[in-house]
Nanobody
Framework: VQLQASGGGLVQAGGSVRLSCVASGRTFSSYAVGWFRQAPGKEREFVAAIRPNGVSTYYADSVKGRFTISRDNAKNAVYLQMNSLTPEDTAVYYC?????????????????WGQGTLVTVSS
């Protein structure tokens, strides 16, 4: 499966951004999808994940209550709605997929990656 992330940009603190991750392939509904982010000089970290059926979602503590992950399997798409953004959310955001219902919290657990989209939050 191939992933294409989009939606990043420059936003002021307190603002919102919606990221999209669109996949190619007809079996996208069989893949769990995660969002990760990587700030300059830091390791890539888990942000959120969603199971193939879209029912169960998981979040890093740092984004819980501010970010929402969702998916539309009919459109082969996963979204990350990010609200109440702070400068600490500035990073390149990546979507990733892994086959099956299991959720991974480590980048090593995902086989397929999008190219990343930059989100910059100004203070």
């Amino acid at each position: 499966v191939q992933l294409q992330a989009s939606g990043g940009g420059l936003v002021q603190a307190g603002g919102s951004v919606r990221l999209s991750c669109v996949a190619s392939g007809r079996t996208f509904s069989s893949y769990a999808v995660g969002w990760f982010r990587q700030a300059p000089g830091k390791e890539r970290e888990f942000v959120a994940a969603i199971r193939p059926n879209g029912v169960s979602t998981y979040y890093a503590d740092s984004v819980k209550g501010r970010f929402t992950i969702s998916r539309d399997n009919a459109k082969n798409a996963v979204y990350l709605q990010m609200n109440s953004l702070t400068p600490e959310d500035t990073a390149v955001y990546y979507c990733a997929a892994r086959y099956g219902i299991g959720i991974g919290y480590s980048p090593r657990e995902y086989n397929y990656w999008g190219q990343g989209t930059l989100v910059t939050v100004s203070s």
